[in-house]
């Protein structure tokens, strides 16, 4: 009997005699088919199982319905624009459990122009209207109004714009000029590999099919992790555990390949066609006060003004390479630093700290050992980094207990909501605000592009 016994579990356990000749077999999607109406989205495919994850644009969504061939996901379709989305099942941790697929969502425009049908599980409604083209940007010498023998033209606008709501209008010079440079970017782009492909004699298609791969890196893990915290509430909850097939999945299908694509085209630059964009960002004129914390010559050709708060992630990296940077470019660059702690306690205590340290010309130590070193932004800790770096001790638990900073904290955030900021880690080079880093490029890279650019450009301005 106790034979008996041992023989039906080796049969029943998984990894059994018998379970082991049993192979699982490997998650597929074959299709995904939006249904507006009812807001969800049916996958069909294999192998899904009966509680798998799935996500779309890494936003975990929630089943409505799942069995091994076939999965309902409730999707709101009415609420998201229309394009191509990455739909990824996974089943569990194995590289087998997870399958991606493109879903296209909604009409794009051109559809939309020629046809006023909606194609088979777009979800689209049943008649789309073309999408009107339109004018062009009126120039600054066009009329805007008339009054009498008086023409007020764009340009006095603009200048009326300026002087009576400065930061609206820097704020839409910003939107106008990040929009054009997304487009300039992609048009250089497609102009150089189509001088690439024109040259071998064959299509840009084809072209990239050969060289991409040879330079495609798979990123490392801690790319995982940044890209699950940059997702922050779209998370939904779900660990970077739950979440890691999905986002290598991102990573192997959008970020990989886009990167090879951007090494690829930064080499045409240099060996086949040179490409220069001479679109220069909106710039304002940075107040500079006397008590400024800064490293670097008064006439450096290029200003760095970084606007930090120490509880900060983004601020903290791109403050952990400012030696690098020094070192590398030396006196044709000067930092300066700028308060920009978040609303909170914490954050509003560190940066008063940090200027009590200031008024003793003790700040850069105190901030690179504050930034350095793992630790609670709390008073113990503050005192701690002051008698390390040499403060006096009383003086600084003088400053700290009495606020007496905290009047210079509050201009400061006054100063940023004037430069219309979107927030810590904010850098203005020469006054125009610097674009965010391009997604894993190593901050060093990104820093040391900065400079370049700028150096860049004032060679092209003749300076």
Known sequence: MRLLFVAVMALWIPGGANAQNVATPPVSIESAAPDASNGTL????????SRPFVTLDLVPLNVQLAIDQRLIAIVPLGMIPPGSYLLTVTRGSQAADTASIEVRLGLPPAAAADSAQPRPGSGSASSVPATPEPSQLPSASDAAARVGDKTISVADVDREWQRTDPTGYLSASRQLYDARRRVVTDMVNNELLSREAASRGITVDALLKEELPKRSVPLPDNAVTALYESLGDRARGATVDQLRPALREWLARKVEPEL???????????????????????????????????????????????????QSRTYARIA????????????????????????????????????????????????????????????????????????????????????????????????????????????????????????????????????????????????
């Open 42 to 49: 049916t996958v069909s495919g294999s192998g899904f199982g």
């Open 260 to 310: 090879a694509k951007m090494t690829y085209i930064e080499e045409l630059t240099k060996v086949s066609t040179r490409a220069d964009t001479l679109l220069i960002a909106p710039k304002v004129d940075v107040e500079h006060a006397a008590d400024d914390p800064a490293i670097g010559p008064q006439g450096a050709p290029v200003e760095i003004v970084l606007f930090g708060d120490f």
């Open 320 to 463: 952990l390479t400012l030696p690098r940077v020094r070192d590398l470019f030396g006196a044709r660059v000067r930092f300066v630093f700028k308060h920009f702690p978040a609303n909170d306690p914490t954050s509003i205590a560190a940066a008063e700290a940090a200027a009590c340290a200031n008024l003793q010309e003790k700040f850069w130590p105190f901030h690179d050992t504050l930034l350095g070193q793992a630790g609670a932004l709390d008073r113990a800790r503050f005192t701690s980094v002051a008698t390390a770096i040499g403060a006096d001790r009383t003086k600084f638990d003088a400053c700290v207990d009495r606020e007496e900073t905290r009047e210079r904290i509050g201009l400061a955030l006054e100063e940023t909501r004037r430069y219309d900021l979107p927030g810590p880690g904010s850098i203005l080079v020469n006054g125009r605000l610097a674009p965010e880093p391009p997604a894993f490029l190593p901050t060093f890279e990104y820093l040391k592009r900065l400079v370049e650019e700028e150096v860049a450009r004032q060679a092209r301005a003749g300076r």
